[in-house]
């Protein structure tokens, strides 16, 4: 159980092309999903929180405008990088909580290779 | 804020021997669930184990088990007859609980090596 899907596994792309994420709770209710950023080697930087039906929270230093995040349901949270460059090369790793319950840890997609040419 | 130190960025073991991998933490609260995560080549992350502050027992999973020192804030991890599929890198992980609960701090990985 705890199964989440994220899509497309690698994409690659010219500069100035938006390209949207998508990652899926497949068969629990996540009311928060968390998006990530991940360079070689290191750890993952959280980009933004998740709330379904309600604004995504960022954390510092990131860009609202250049990452938009929807969360419109409680099974789909989508990352939309508009105008990728190179500079937003990287591996992108969404994860959620299953709805309820204290102390539930976080459930991984298998993350977003995304290269900006 | 919470802070989530990993002192060894890369280890190395033989196959079938043990590992202790370490993480210390810095937190202000008292309620709270530790994680350790893997995350293999195939980059997925993937829960390895999972402790609750409020217990002292050690959290063990088949060959998994931690050392959980609250007063210490230290979570180190025990890898027993390690096994080759056991190379990844490994994430220790602080969730706090209450408000803005759920969202995790990470330390900044072990890169394990299971050599034959």
């Known amino acids: 159980g705890a199964v989440v899907s994220q899509h497309p596994s690698w994409v690659i792309c010219k500069s100035g092309t938006s390209v949207k994420i998508e990652c899926r709770s497949l068969?629990?209710?996540?009311?928060?999903m968390f998006w990530y950023r991940q360079f070689p080697k290191q750890s993952l930087m959280l980009m933004a929180t998740s709330n379904e039906g309600s604004k995504a929270t960022y954390e510092q230093g990131v860009e609202k405008d250049k990452f938009l995040i929807n969360h419109a349901s409680l099974t789909l949270s989508t990352l939309t990088v508009t105008s990728a460059h190179p500079e937003d090369s990287s591996f992108y790793i969404c994860?959620?909580?299953?709805?309820?319950?204290?102390?539930?840890?976080?459930?991984f997609g298998d993350g977003t290779r995304l290269s900006i040419l | 804020a919470q802070t989530v130190t990993q002192s060894q960025p890369e280890m190395s073991v033989q196959e079938a021997e043990t590992v202790t991998l370490s993480c210390t933490y810095d937190?202000?609260?008292?309620?709270?669930?530790l994680f350790w995560y893997k995350q293999p080549p195939s980059r997925q992350m993937i829960l390895v184990i999972r402790q609750e502050a409020y217990k002292q027992q050690n959290a063990t999973e088949n060959r998994f088990s931690v050392n959980f020192q609250k007063a210490a804030k230290s979570f180190s991890l025990k890898i027993s007859d390690s096994q080759l599929g056991d190379t990844a890198m490994y994430f220790c992980?602080?969730?706090?609980?209450?408000?803005?609960?759920?969202?995790?701090?990470f330390g900044d990985g072990t890169t394990l090596t299971v050599k034959p």
């Open positions: 994860s959620a909580r299953v709805f309820g319950g204290i102390g539930q840890p976080q459930h």
């Open positions: 937190t202000s609260e008292s309620n709270y669930y």
């Open positions: 992980a602080f969730m706090k609980l209450g408000p803005n609960a759920g969202k995790s701090t």
């Open positions: 068969d629990f209710q996540a009311t928060t």
